[in-house]
């Protein structure tokens, strides 16, 4: 596949789940990936705080030192699993080449997983968003990052996202399907609001699942690097260094508005209720953050 070929492509069926038709072209290579034991897979459903949560561990990783964590793009710091857009490396190819041990970002639903995962037992950190803010910065992402077909009207996008037409299907599937296999295996299951509400708190239960200590004074390094303004600004974790043709940032900055509540920067959608309500009345056996609002 050539670079253009990747712009506002087409999505195809990978058992089922809408994706990028590249991203199906490498899926022999992502099937067969061979994780490593000590390997950290970072999982979530797209715009969800993957970026955010990979800063995070990165920063962990390299107890708090935030100008180690600047020497390199995010994206190349924590390689995307499935991602294959054009000549160049795909993430398989990228994590290869990465030394032990790796940070792993995936969108995969669990099913889709590959299975050297589940055989070495590693590490899995699930970070969750509510549908909402997920829709909406799935929009805006859709327009800035042209790998997406084009996402229509806000209002199509809605009907889309709700009928599970998107790059990696149904948002509540996803969610659902990963805190599920929690009762089984080694995933720590987070949410962005409780990041975004506590994020020391959250912080400290990363560490814990890691079984690492740190100092106060390393976790406020952490804290700080991270937040939405820091991030924000910093290139190495903005995805300002993306080519232009990939990304356009004019059109929408990829740290947009960073919000924990309930994507009131679309009022006229917000409350129009069936659509909306629709999202709320499939969550009602997920934890009570998902539940309807009162
Ligand atoms: P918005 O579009 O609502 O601003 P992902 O990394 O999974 O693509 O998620 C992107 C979303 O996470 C964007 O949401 C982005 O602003 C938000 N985000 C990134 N870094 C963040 C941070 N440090 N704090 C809060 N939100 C952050």
New binding site residues.
């Given amino acids: 596949m050539e670079q253009e070929d990747a712009i506002r492509q087409g999505l195809g069926s990978l058992h089922g789940i809408p994706l990028f038709k590249s991203f199906i072209e490498g899926w022999p290579q992502v099937k067969a990936f061979q994780a490593r034991p000590d390997d950290l897979l970072i999982s ?1 459903y ?7 949560l ?2 995070i561990m990165d920063m962990i990783y390299h107890n708090g030192n935030a100008e180690k964590c600047r020497r390199d793009a995010i994206y190349n710091r924590v390689p995307f699993l499935e991602m294959k857009v054009f000549k160049g490396p795909s993430g398989v190819e990228q994590l290869e080449n990465t030394p032990s041990p790796r940070l792993v970002k995936t969108h995969l639903p669990v099913q889709l997983l590959p299975t050297s995962f589940w055989e070495k037992d590693c590490k899995i950190i699930y970070m969750a968003r509510n549908p909402k ?1 997920v829709v ?2 799935y929009y ?2 859709h327009l800035m990052a042209k790998v997406h077909p084009d996402p229509g009207t806000m209002a199509e996008f809605l009907e889309n996202f709700m009928a599970g037409k998107v790059a990696y299907g149904s948002w509540y599937d996803h969610v659902r399907g990963w805190w599920e296999k929690k009762q089984e295996k080694k995933i720590l299951y987070l949410f ?1 609001e409780d ?2 509400k506590d994020p020391r708190q959250e912080v400290q239960k990363i560490l814990q699942f890691l079984g690492k200590e740190l100092s106060e004074e390393t976790v406020e390094r952490i804290l700080h690097h ?3 303004q ?2 924000k600004k910093n290139p190495a ?1 903005n995805y300002e260094t993306m080519a232009f043709t990939f990304m356009d940032h004019s059109l929408s900055p ?7 509540g309930f994507g009131r920067d679309v009022p006229g959608l917000y409350f129009s209720p069936p659509l909306w309500l629709q999202i709320f009345n499939v969550c009602e056996d997920l934890p009570p953050l998902f539940s309807c609002p009162q």
């Fill in positions: 979530t797209p715009k969800s705080g993957t970026t955010w990979s800063e803010d909406i910065s805006y992402f962005y990041m975004k991270t937040s939405f820091e991030m974790a990829f740290l947009r508005k960073g919000g924990g």
